[in-house]
Nanobody
């Protein structure tokens, strides 16, 4: 499966962005999907994940209540709605496919075998 992330850009603190991850190739309905991010000089970190059916979602504590992950399996798209953005949210955001996910593995990059190229999010203070 090939993944293409888009929707990044420059936004003021407190603003919103919606990232999209479009999949091609094999159907994504068979995969859990996730978003990770990497800021300059930092390690890649987990942001959010969603199960194959969309019935379960997981979030990093730092984004809980501000970000929402969702998926449209019919159109092979996964979204990350980001509200109340903070300067510390600035990073390259990557979407990934893999799984299955459960409470013990959703946050690990090793759980996901397919990765997109990333989209840049910049938040000005």
């Amino acid at each position: 499966v090939q993944l293409q992330a888009s929707g990044g850009g420059l936004v003021q603190a407190g603003g919103s962005l919606r990232l999209s991850c479009a999949a091609s190739g094999r159907t994504v309905s068979g995969y859990a999907m996730s978003w990770f991010r990497q800021a300059p000089g930092k390690e890649r970190e987990f942001v959010a994940a969603i199960s194959k059916s969309g019935g379960s979602t997981y979030y990093a504590d730092s984004v809980k209540g501000r970000f929402t992950i969702s998926r449209d399996n019919a159109n092979k798209v996964v979204y990350l709605q980001m509200n109340s953005l903070k300067p510390e949210d600035a990073a390259i955001y990557y979407c990934a496919a893999g799984g299955p996910i459960y409470s013990g593995n959703f946050y690990s990059s090793h759980t996901y075998g397919y990765w997109g190229q990333g989209t840049q999010v910049t938040v000005s203070s």
